[in-house]
């Protein structure tokens, strides 16, 4: 089977030549500025999609402990847990560390400090860990400027079992910023705070490894990362159209799409229904408060060009809603009962987290593998 | 392993007793009215809760073909699968028909009758197939006074291997319903309209085995539904938050939450952060156009009971942040770092499709088993 015509809808499709990229371009800017690149997998969470832009022999970012074990299995041994970690899964991580080394995890209160130094106590191997820094009020972290910051490294490094690594950061704010100047700023704002944070804990004689910061449009955003020395990032890998909203990238480049059939019609309306409800497109409206809302995502026809106009716009458990925004009539032609559509994501992770493997799309526009998803905690 | 702390989180747990109650309320409306209940198995896609409130014995309602086939392996023959059918499906078809004799599939037109009856010649057994009625302008189906109802009635009863077996339909527009009175109106229009639908049928010659309707907020809205045989129903046997917005049941009455584990604080903020996010709660946000916006869940204690005002105010992918209506500080006594609490799914559909599994929580509020659930399409 690897026509498209063969596949049970909905499935979810990831076009090989524009997922490769994309990789090549946040690798770019990694190269050109001398920073390691730690890609997140958390968006396709697939062995074999990391082949493309997360190789074994480097660092990855992961956001849970099931694809951390995925992962060390698989031969990566540089993997940071970006999620702080709850005591309940203190008993997961020698597993882990047994297979990757250079396995760290995150804490950003002394509490968290507390309970990792007491039960490193209990693990063969030093267990190393990072500091979480708040860039942008948006999450998580340690504020840069606080004493807490410099309590916490100086517990962890402190600590029999514990390898102080260093500090991180993500400034999920940047989602927020709708122009380029924005995100230019959010990015400068990023890499000041952190450095500033790492240049506290050196006064206090507490040198940091890992200075680690980004997100995707702060690491596109076209600025020099001054004060970082290693550039995380994830949803690039595939882009959605969160991120062509924000100019980031074009709708064009966008890798990941959901292939779905006509299932029916409300002629009256100008409805098309297809069979990608929220399950298989999730419930993300994340386009919902930029200039164009896309509502559950842009339609295209069935080889993946982009049907001007149209867009998802409602759904429920199993059916979508296609409409066009200026109310025209669906034609027959590309819109006929058993027609195939391709729908672009909202949001990416979202999406690609309602399913548990990749119909890979190559040059000739068919199938041309089948990769793996780890889903699950 | 059978108490909550040994759990890893975040983790979907299902009060039994609720469940249990809320499965008896449904069938004792079903049972009152002397109407066949038909269970929609879709919020929690799962053989052994199904046990309790859609035996094998009886009718179901499924949402996708991998439902169907794995409840049609498990001795159900009587399974409805109530969405349209696109042409890539139907090489499924026979293999559940073999297993499940009254497996009945929908259209809505010309286009998807003449395709099914085209397809139904492959078939060994003849195929049970309904019409799907639009009662409230909500999705699919056809206009109840519409001449294309009988066109396509007609074309089914003539058609070789097609028994006609009735038409269905499902007021989902009952979910913007949010008075008592307003839920009576729709499950009035929605009884009256699917009549109109069979009288009209059956003065063009054609009479309808099973008339069927029904959505949680109108089979609960204390009418006598008139006009039908059947009544269709899933999300109350958990319920949600949405369903308590309405006024269809209590808070107390929702048998779904999320465990969650606190795994930071924003001091400054009043926020509590917890390893729940969207992946594990779903992007719904059914509450916002309520009179109480929910956000992503209402806030429990480990316990299950309610911390009034605290509710899931954002999420990211692996985070929630926890807050209050009235930003009080959260008390250290219930939010400290580690401290588990339950979250109350906004949408209980949603919610339980980002899980593979259920621990189910027994009167002593450890878990009682683990049940799985059927992912995918």
């Known amino acids: ?27 770019a800017v990694a190269d050109s500025e001398q920073l390691t690149l730690r890609p997140h997998v958390k968006t396709l969470k697939s062995l074999q999609a990391a082949e493309y832009y997360a190789p074994a022999s480097g660092p990855i970012t992961v956001s849970t402990l099931a694809e951390a074990a995925t992962f060390a299995s698989a031969g990566y041994t540089d993997i940071l847990y970006a999620v702080g970690l709850s005591p309940n899964k203190f008993g997961q991580l020698a597993a882990i560390q047994r297979l990757a080394r250079d396995f ?10 507390n309970a990792l130094a007491d039960y490193a106590g209990e693990l063969e191997l030093p267990l190393s860990v990072m500091l979480e820094v708040d860039v942008d009020d948006h999450r998580a972290g340690l504020l840069p400027q606080s004493d807490e910051l410099i309590i916490c490294a100086r517990a962890l490094s402190a600590a029999p079992n514990i390898h102080f690594r260093g500090i991180m950061t993500h400034a999920g704010a940047s989602y927020d910023c709708d122009t380029k100047a924005s995100q230019q700023a959010m990015g400068q704002q990023e890499c000041e705070r952190i450095a500033n944070a790492a240049a506290n804990l050196l006064a206090a004689g507490i040198p940091c490894e890992l200075v680690s910061a980004g997100s995707t449009p702060t690491a596109l955003a076209g600025i020099k990362h001054t004060g970082i020395n290693e ?20 709708t064009d480049d966008i890798a990941l799409s ?4 006509v299932i029916g019609h409300q002629v009256d309306k100008n409805w098309v229904i297809v069979d990608a ?23 295209c026809d ?14 429920n458990q199993e059916h979508g809603i296609i409409s066009h925004r200026d109310n ?10 058993g027609r195939l559509l391709r729908i672009l994501p909202i949001h ?16 000739d526009g068919n199938i041309s593998a089948i990769w793996s998803r780890v889903n699950g905690w």
Chains 1, 2 share one sequence.
């Open 231 to 250: 550039l995380r990032a994830g949803v690039y890998a595939t882009f959605d159209c969160v991120m062509a909203g924000l100019g980031v990238c074009e």
């Open 258 to 261: 959901v292939l779905t059939s």
């Open 104 to 113: 760290t995890v995150i804490a950003d209160s002394l509490a968290a400090v």
């Open 328 to 337: 025209l009539t669906p034609p027959e032609s590309v819109f006929g009962y």
């Open 302 to 315: 069935e080889h993946g060009k982009l049907l001007d106009g149209w867009y998802v716009s409602a759904t």
């Open 1 to 27: 089977m690897n026509s498209l015509a063969q596949l049970i809808t909905p499935a979810c499709l990831l076009d090989l030549n524009k997922f490769r990229r994309n990789c090549q371009r946040m690798q």
């Open 277 to 299: 409800g929220w399950m298989a497109l999730s419930r993300d409206q994340g386009t919902a408060l930029q200039q164009q809302d896309c509502g559950y995502g842009l339609v």
């Open 348 to 363: 990416a992770c979202a999406t690609a987290a309602q399913y548990s493997k990749y119909h890979v799309i190559g040059d």
